[in-house]
């Protein structure tokens, strides 16, 4: 059986990173994002933080891509969350650094397209969990 790596809970205070790795839909709704930030925030006492391309139009693979490998490399973050889902993220996957992840395992949360990423790091040993991306919930 695949060993998994032990990640710890979130608590209220902790800092998660907010990120867009497949649409670019928070930069086309940013008062859709802005709800579910304020929300992450005062219903979970999570504190959000954005990546340079989180609101960026039509930003590229290469971009996206640093911006997971920044989110999960920042040593404040205690999960990554991704903004929505999307149609080409497995293509972002060539870009990334394994080593990136598993020196700095998180949890991540997202759906859709995002299986790809969770898919990624299921093959890393990281749990990632299907659901709750900050335009949608």
């Known amino acids: 059986m695949k060993q998994f790596k032990q990640l710890r809970k979130l608590s209220k205070g902790d800092k998660v990173s907010i990120i867009s790795p497949s649409a670019d839909l928070a930069g086309r709704w940013p008062w ?7 929300r992450l925030q005062d219903n979970l006492g999570l504190i959000p933080k954005e990546y340079a391309v989180t609101r960026k139009l039509k930003a590229s693979l290469q971009e996206r891509a640093k911006d997971i490998m920044d989110a999960f490399a920042d040593p404040e973050t205690k999960a990554v969350i ?7 993220q497995i293509k972002l996957l060539k870009y990334l650094d ?3 992840f598993l020196d700095n395992p998180k949890p991540f949360f997202g759906f859709s397209d995002n299986t790809h990423l969770g898919n990624f790091l299921w093959n890393l040993g990281i749990p990632s969990y299907y659901g709750g991306c900050i335009l949608t919930q």
Request: proline content about 0%; glycine content about 18%; overall charge negative.
């Open 32 to 38: 859709v994002l802005e709800l579910g930030l304020e």
């Open 82 to 88: 991704a903004t929505i889902g999307g149609q080409d």
């Open 98 to 100: 394994k080593q990136v």
